[in-house]
Every structure is written in structure tokens, then in C-alpha cells.
């Protein structure tokens, strides 16, 4: 069974665009994450919901939407979509309570923006 | 701004050689997590410290907290061409309960046999 899974795996769209991509873990976890990962494999948080209540907000252009129905799910966004946004997105999630919980991460989605 | 500084970033051996990832930091972390990542794939934790000076073994790897738990390394032995991948470190703070992680640039470690 997949822990943290994304759809899409895949996106490509062109500038100005809208897209939505989607999160969904099966651990029972009550925190949830966004990444990016850009082209030198730099991986940066970008969001963080607790219990469908946002924790974490870092800069992030409010092109960007991240929205949680519930604990399990998480989906990301993003409204006129620019170059810049092309990278690797990733969702995660963990147990909250408690330092040191592992974070278990998504396979990823892979955004290109023409 | 909280940094993980890692070093190196690239790193190409032959299989059968030891090495050396570093990861500095001007902050204490509460706890600091290694990952591995494979090409299309996300992040695997590989081991999380949380002690000063704490030592930890994986096989192979031996990773190891700072004294004043802002620095770490994770040290390979006989490296086979299966450890090749991206290596990141990832520091949390104790005064953050949001779970953040500040990841390091990482490391890709490419192991030729």
C-alpha cells in the first residue's frame, strides 16, 4: 500500500495556465507538507497544514493555494502558472506529536511549465 | 534565515572507497534527519539524531550528531555503486512544533565500479 501518493506523477501546461495537484497519505498522520524541489535539488517547504488548520506559510507567491478537506489530503493550487514554477513537488506527512517523527514523502510531481 | 550548509556537492568514486558528507549549521537543532533520495522518487529517511555526539550505524553508514548539535556527517564505507543517490540532511528546531525541516543543498554521490 502507498503511504503518501501524488497525483499527478506528471504535468506539463503552458504559462498562464491554472493546475491543481493533489496528496493523499494512508498513515493516519495529522500534518501534511508541501515541497519544491527546483533544478539543483534544492528542496524547500513551502506549506504545512496540522489537522486541516495551516501551520506553516513560507514566502510563497499567492499564486499558490494549498487547500486540505481533511487529514488525509492535502492539494496544492496554483493559478497563472509561470517558467519559474517548473520543478518537483512534494507532499509529505508525519505525526506531529513529538520531535524527531519521520516524515514520509510523496514519489513527487514533476511540473513543466512552456 | 535558517541554513544547513552541505558540502560536498558532487562526489564521484570508484566502488570500494570511504567518504565523507558534511552538514554545518550556525543553529542548535533539536533533532537532525539524514534522507536518501533516488532519481523519480521522493526522500527516504535514513536515520534521525537527536543527541549531542550521538553516533548512529546503518551497515555501512555511521552518521553522527555535533557535540553542539549544529553540524553532522554521514560517513560511507567500501562504497558500492547501490549507495549512488542524492544525500540530504535536514535539521528541526526545538522551538518550532510545526515540524519544519531545513534541508541541506545535498549531495550527489555517484559510485562507479
Known amino acids: 500500500d502507498t503511504a503518501v501518493s501524488q497525483t499527478p506523477k506528471y504535468l506539463v501546461t503552458q504559462m498562464g495556465n491554472d493546475k491543481s495537484i493533489k496528496c493523499e497519505q494512508n498513515l493516519g498522520h495529522d500534518t501534511m507538507y508541501w515541497y519544491k524541489q527546483d533544478s539543483k535539488k534544492f528542496l524547500k517547504i513551502m506549506f504545512s497544514y496540522n489537522n486541516k488548520e495551516l501551520i506553516i506559510n513560507e514566502t510563497v507567491p499567492n499564486r499558490f493555494s494549498p487547500k486540505s478537506p481533511d487529514k488525509a489530503h492535502l492539494n496544492l493550487h496554483i493559478n497563472s502558472l509561470e517558467l519559474g514554477d517548473s520543478a518537483v513537488y512534494f507532499c509529505?506527512?508525519?505525526?506531529?506529536?513529538?520531535?524527531?517523527?519521520?516524515?514520509?514523502f510523496g514519489p513527487g510531481t514533476r511540473l513543466l511549465v512552456l | 534565515t535558517q541554513l544547513l550548509e552541505q558540502s560536498p556537492q558532487f562526489l564521484s568514486i570508484q566502488e570500494g572507497e570511504n567518504l565523507t558528507v558534511y552538514c554545518n549549521s550556525s543553529s542548535v537543532f533539536s533533532s537532525l534527519q539524514w534522507y536518501r533520495q533516488e532519481p523519480g522518487e521522493g526522500p527516504v529517511l535514513l536515520v534521525t539524531?537527536?543527541?549531542?555526539?550521538e553516533v548512529k550505524k546503518l551497515k555501512r553508514l555511521t552518521f553522527q550528531f555535533g557535540d553542539a548539535r549544529k553540524d553532522s556527517s554521514l560517513h560511507i564505507t567500501a562504497a558500492q555503486p547501490g549507495d549512488t543517490g542524492l544525500y540530504l540532511c535536514?535539521?528541526?528546531?526545538?522551538?518550532?512544533?510545526?515540524?519544519?525541516?531545513?534541508f541541506g543543498q545535498g549531495t550527489t554521490l555517484q559510485v562507479k565500479p
Open positions: 509529505a506527512s508525519r505525526r506531529l506529536a513529538g520531535s524527531s517523527e519521520t516524515q514520509y
Open positions: 539524531v537527536v543527541t549531542g555526539g
Open positions: 535536514a535539521g528541526e528546531h526545538g522551538s518550532s512544533n510545526t515540524g519544519k525541516l531545513i
